[in-house]
């Protein structure tokens, strides 16, 4: 189990990496193009609502077909997409790029799949915290160096790079890595009945007494996060001035935060405190601090805001990750995580829009006290439906549950 923990946190880690070499030069590139905010905010949407349709399917295929070949197509689309980019010459070209990475970019959720079949339920918390480190130390590296690249705003150069990665991440996995469900569990889930792709199968899940609260949870959380990470050097550029470079090692530092946390801080905390204790208490950081980061006047006050955000936001991504995983039957797993990207998707979809239109026509600040708003409902539903809510006989049974109701 070791050797297939550490091959994953390798995957990991060279997929955000190449992921975060454009990620905050995205907003310059589309500018580059004459975009708009607005239209930047679309740009991002745009991977988002592609990942919407293709994260569930992934995550389905790989229950029925195993984890590794679907990791194979999953790379295999980043690293076209990322080509892509780097050759873009219009504005569609980055449209192409981000929407075909999306469509065919479960690699996280897949990983976490992965990771799901090697655990056990004692130890999961901690591996999927190894993708959370691993997550860190890409965004450590990887827009330190996307900054370097792209001097003399060459923004086709750091894409370039990451597609290079994405080509040895690819490499990696069809030499080293192996299946992580065997045949005969295969075989096992595909003569149980399927759920189709369809909304009431996601309405279904929402409504199932262990899964829907998590869902929920997951969804209201990544509507405020996604808003702050999408519109962040949006909110850099026109609120402090910054150039991208100077952003691109901002994100350096929030790397630096994130490997602190969930390298070696969620084992801890999750040794002291229960997942749901751990949703509830973050929940009411990042609404603090997302307020906080909206009023954040200058760039010293921005770092030390952001160490509360990076914090509140890696324990809240791992504790629901974790949470859903013990409350599905082990067939389930795949699916479950799909229908949970599927959110995330739709919460990315979502977020930039409408963070680039407050930004663009109300206020730098808008984006910020929009997250924290979201927040504050959601210690509230917490503390209503999930901190103190009696544990169920988890996993549920598939038929649907009583509603949420009340």
Known sequence: MQRKLILIFIFVFIDVLGF?????????????????PTVVGLLLGANAASQLIGAPIIGRLSDRYGRRPMLILSIAGTFVSFLILGLANSLWMLFASRILDGFLGGNISLAQAYITDVTDKESRARGLGIIGASF???????????????????????????????????????????????????????????????ARAL????????????????????????TFQTIFSLFAQKRLGLGAQATSYVFTYVGLLIVAVQGGGMGLLTKRFSEKQLIFGASI????????????????????VLAPIALAGGTLNVSISSALTKSVYPEEVGGTLGLSASLSSFDRVVSPIVGAFLLDNVGTAAPGILGALLMGWLISFTWRRVLFVPDLDCPAPAEIAKSLGD
């Open 285 to 304: 950081v990042l609404s603090l601090s997302l307020l906080a980061w909206a009023l954040t006047p200058t760039l010293w006050l921005l770092l030390i």
């Open 136 to 198: 860190g130390l890409g965004f450590i590296f990887g827009p330190a160096l996307g900054g370097a690249l792209s001097a003399g705003e060459n923004y086709g150069r750091p894409a370039l790079a990451a597609a290079v990665l994405s080509a040895l991440n690819l490499l990696g996995v069809l030499l080293w890595l192996p299946e992580s469900l065997p045949p005969n569990k295969r075989a096992e889930i595909t003569k149980r009945p399927k759920a189709a792709f369809t």
């Open 20 to 36: 975060s070499l454009i990620l905050p030069l995205l907003p310059y590139y589309a500018e580059t193009f004459d975009a708009t």
């Open 203 to 226: 309405w279904d899940a929402l409504n199932r007494p262990c899964v829907g609260p998590l869902l929920y949870v997951g969804l209201f959380y990544g509507l405020a996060f996604t």
